[in-house]
DNA sequence: ACGCACTTTCGACGGATGTCGAACATCGCA
DNA sequence: TGCGATGTTCGACATCCGTCGAAAGTGCGT
């Protein structure tokens, strides 16, 4: 059978009124996903895979789900890599502020230590 | 034996300099602590029993021990009723900026329905 | 002294969560 | 065409979470 241009499910992403807080909360409340989210806060976008984050990679395609399906990530598909990029437009529209100072109180959480 | 003034277990709260950020997240990604924390924020405090949340008691019990684990609030025994209140102070200190974000986040997120 | 009102603690239960390994799908390249 | 790299999905598992009811503790008022 003919393969299509777009043969892979559509990526599900909220739309950006539909970006629930709790559930924004929630995505954050876990270290690795907030690892990810940091890291991703000072480039365009990056592969899933060079995040230098220490799970299983089911487990880091899980944590990507979640912050896609919370709406603070976006995934574009390229070849047979999956770019992620923060929606800080939409998170700023949605909840202004909320990202810049969620990641401002990271950086005072985790102290001096493993700073950037 | 005699009573002696202080006989009920000291009510545990993290030093403003240990409260963790991803247990504050986690304390304000749910629905029913979030209302507590948004109802005290334009009191000074209030007794346990008079918020108008929908859960039995036991589970409201539970809702102010994860709070004031976090962090986020304090809690403080008159008698046999107890006034929590929101550690506004600490929680700027630690996490400037952070509640206000969040509270004013929560506006937006449940929009023009149920306000205040 | 008795009982009522306010809360907590305990035990239980169903559901969600983070984690992993194995298997599968897709793409690029030799 | 076949292999390796990149990621996902599935099933499993232990743990945690929110919820409740029953029981117990404490203080106030009658």
Known sequence: MPRSTRRRPELSH????????YDVLHALSDPTRMTIVRILR????????TFPVDVAPSTLSHHFKVLRESGVITQREEANRRFS???????????PGLLDTVL?????????????
Chains 1, 2 share one sequence.
Do not use: H, T, Y
């Not at 929606?87 to 529209?93: A, P, S, W």
């Open 14 to 21: 909220p739309a950006p009124e539909e970006i629930d807080l």
């Open 42 to 49: 000072s480039e365009p976008e990056r592969a899933c895979g």
């Open 85 to 95: 990029a923060l929606r800080v437009v939409d998170l700023e529209r949605r909840f």
């Open 104 to 116: 401002a109180a990271l950086a005072r959480n985790d102290g001096a230590a493993q700073g950037a």
